[in-house]
């Protein structure tokens, strides 16, 4: 697509809910990432797909996060028994990955984010 | 380990005024810097970046930063500042081409007064 697309864009849920976020990156960029930003805040890393490889799982908070890519391209984020600290907005990124760009460096694509509330 | 500051929460300046969003960095080799903006309800959009060569890196919406490697920093600035302009500013430092090594400050929020 023309951009990255993020799904839903806002999400209210009760605690202990699971949540699923969506995020269909540009069409044909294989690095895709997935940030955490709270109320104000800046960017707390999640989850980063390059590709084929293993994914870096580093910025998770918990084992009740999780993350896929299916097929190189959507990826879904999952958050089980959902808690209020899990309130944020959820940022979902993807590039051209390593060696696309000629500058030797990769600028990223934002989503709008997906809006989570946990009452 | 990398890591980027902005050392103002909040910038206020007036419409017309130049505007400077400060931003120092560390890193254990040579910094690829990047600018993002963040307007209200919307995802982060790119505003400009300094891999090599001229210090002085124009981007988009008229905003310029400059490269200081001797004080690693690099300052986002405008000639003059728009209403509009007001936003989120995220300064980011990577190091290489590869991973996961985008570092983002925790942003400064710039209002632009009429």
């Known amino acids: 697509g023309a951009g990255v697309s993020q799904s839903p864009s806002n999400k209210v849920t009760e605690k202990g809910k699971d949540v699923e976020l969506r995020c269909d990156p540009i069409s044909g960029h294989t690095a895709l990432y997935w940030y955490r930003q709270s109320l104000g805040q800046g960017l707390e890393f999640l989850i980063y797909f390059q590709g084929n490889s293993a994914p870096d799982k580093s910025g998770l908070p918990s084992d009740r996060f999780s993350a896929e890519r299916t097929g190189g391209s959507v990826s879904t984020l999952t958050i089980q028994r959902t808690q209020q600290e899990d309130s944020a907005v959820y940022l979902c990124?993807?590039?051209?990955?390593?060696?696309?760009?000629?500058?030797?460096?990769?600028?990223?694509?934002f989503g709008a984010g997906s809006r989570l509330t946990v009452l | 380990a990398q890591s980027v500051a902005q050392p103002e929460d909040q910038v206020n300046v007036a419409e017309g005024n130049p505007l400077t969003v400060k931003c120092t960095y560390s890193v254990s080799g040579n910094p690829y810097l990047f600018w993002y903006v963040q307007y209200p309800n919307r995802g982060l959009q790119f505003l400009l970046k300094?891999?090599?060569?001229?210090?002085l890196v124009k981007g988009s919406y008229g905003f310029e930063a400059e490269f200081n490697k001797s004080q690693t920093s690099f300052h986002l600035k405008k000639p003059s500042a728009l209403v509009s302009d007001s936003a989120l500013y995220f300064c980011a430092v990577r190091v290489d081409n590869y991973g996961q090594n985008f570092v983002f400050g925790p942003g400064t929020r710039l209002s632009v007064l009429p």
């Open positions: 990124a993807s590039s051209a990955g390593p060696g696309r760009d000629p500058k030797g460096a990769n600028v990223l694509t």
């Open positions: 300094y891999i090599t060569g001229d210090n």
